[in-house]
């Protein structure tokens, strides 16, 4: 009797090991970090944007559209109720992306109007924050590309047998990755240039 339960107990143990449920929690949190670290390098951004803004002001009055898109599409950035669980919900995940890409787009069309500012542009507050600016906008595509890799091997982990089973059992299913309109335009960073 004594040797049946020790053998039912190393077949559960042996069985467990082999289930995948500690990969699929290991994935599962990389995926959850992987996204904070996006969401941190988005609000850098974020907060660069109002004293963008009030440097361009300074300078170029008569951008006054422009400079109002900038801080409509900062302000809908804002609006959007981020969490971990967003990774979950492919709809918010859409909604977020959007919300980037129009903001993405409005920087772009700031930083192509102050080219017609000569002052702007040697303004010493203004080029840092613009370099800034560009250094976020490299530190955001790093932090999407570590994200995408972790939702890969997270959705891999879920649809490879035998762990397939152990998700279903668990509720685990796969996670929507994180895309945006015209990706490949929104992921450059701007191009500055300070000749003529």
């Given amino acids: ?3 049946l339960h020790l053998l039912v107990v190393s077949l559960f143990v042996v069985l467990l090991s082999g289930c995948g449920y500690n990969d699929l929690q290991a994935k599962d949190e990389a995926t959850k970090s ?14 660069l944007v109002p004293n963008l803004v009030n ?24 609006s959007i109720n981020v969490s971990p669980e967003m990774v979950n919900d492919a709809a918010a995940m859409k909604k977020f992306g959007e919300a980037q890409g129009e903001l993405s ?3 772009s069309r700031l930083l192509v109007v102050t080219e017609n500012y000569p002052q702007l542009r040697s303004d010493t507050l203004f080029r840092d924050l613009q370099a800034q600016l560009e250094g976020t906008e490299n530190r955001i595509t ?26 279903k059992m668990f509720g685990h299913e796969v996670k929507p990755n994180f895309t945006v309109e015209n990706e490949k335009a929104i992921s450059a960073p701007p191009t500055v240039d300070f000749g003529s």
């Avoid at 670290?37 to 907060?47: G, P, S």
């Avoid at 932090?143 to 397939?164: C, K, L």
């Fill in 1 to 3: 009797m004594k040797s």
């Fill in 55 to 78: 440097t361009v002001k300074g300078f170029a009055q008569q951008e006054k559209d422009i400079l109002i898109g900038v801080t409509e599409a900062r302000s809908k950035v804002g």
């Fill in 105 to 107: 787009s409005a920087l």
């Fill in 34 to 47: 992987a996204w904070a670290e996006v969401l941190n390098q988005y609000q850098r951004r974020a907060d």
């Fill in 142 to 167: 790093v932090a999407r590309n570590r994200f995408i890799e972790s939702i890969q091997a997270y959705n891999v982990t879920v649809r490879s047998f035998p762990t397939n089973l152990t998700a």
